[in-house]
T-cell receptor, first 112, second 112 residues
Framework: SQQGEEDPQALSIQEGENATMNCSYK?????LQWYRQNSGRGLVHLIL?????REKHSGRLRVTLDTSKKSSSLLITASRAADTASYFC????????????FGIGTKLQVIP | DSGVTQTPKHLITATGQRVTLRCSPR?????VYWYQQSLDQGLQFLIQ???????AKGNILERFSAQQFPDLHSELNLSSLELGDSALYFC???????????FGAGSRLTVL
């Protein structure tokens, strides 16, 4: 079963607008990560936020984490057509080993 | 180039056959993860190895098996293939610290 669930499953916006994607998860985590996947290609790591952090920025990306609600959000500001991709959240936790489990993804389309 | 090498890139085979997918992790990474991604689906975690030992098992079918060799490359064996096994199979590698994963480009398996 998937650990994380992204919401919405699909999002279409105009270039220049902001895009917000949400992720909910079920169990305690050490960190939460966001990855991007261009169609049919491998995933690329975007940003990691640790369980003791609430917010993190990287360029046009802003990630928040609310461990009490077991949720995270990814904000992409001033979107570009090149941001069109699927975005996945992944939860990392250690229970004697490291395991990374992915959600089903949000498919973002940025219209030029 | 992510540093994770997967071969073959594409594979077409018939039902009932057996195939082997190969993954070489990024230099210095000890963990190898295998994921299955069916059309427009999320990533299903199959199995994880760390330094040659199996560490975590996900939704891996009994017809599938994997191993990690002393040189840290990994192979995923898929046998008695069915049409539903057609998918992208990703290998990802990770270091000993945080759970950030580096993905290969994937192996696209088509079962006819």
């Amino acid at each position: 079963s998937q650990q994380g669930e992204e919401d919405p499953q699909a999002l279409s916006i105009q270039e220049g607008e902001n895009a917000t994607m949400n992720c909910s998860y079920k169990t305690s985590i050490n960190n939460l990560q966001w990855y991007r996947q261009n169609s049919g290609r491998g995933l690329v790591h975007l940003i990691l936020i640790r369980s003791n952090e609430r917010e993190k920025h990287s360029g046009r990306l802003r990630v928040t984490l609310d461990t009490s609600k077991k949720s995270s959000s990814l904000l992409i500001t001033a979107s570009r057509a090149a941001d069109t991709a699927s975005y996945f959240c992944a939860t990392g936790y250690s229970g004697g080993y490291q395991k990374v489990t992915f959600g089903i993804g949000t498919k973002l389309q940025v219209i030029p | 180039d992510s540093g994770v090498t997967q071969t073959p890139k594409h594979l077409i085979t018939a039902t009932g056959q057996r195939v082997t997918l190969r993954c070489s992790p990024r230099s210095g990474d000890l963990s190898v993860y295998w994921y299955q991604q069916s059309l427009d689906q999320g990533l299903q975690f199959l199995i994880q190895y760390y330094n040659g030992e199996e560490r975590a098992k996900g939704n891996i079918l009994e017809r599938f098996s994997a191993q990690q060799f002393p040189d840290l490359h990994s192979e995923l064996n898929l046998s008695s293939l069915e049409l539903g096994d057609s998918a992208l199979y990703f290998c990802a590698s990770g270091g000993a610290g945080a759970n950030v994963l580096t993905f290969g480009a994937g192996s696209r398996l088509t079962v006819l």
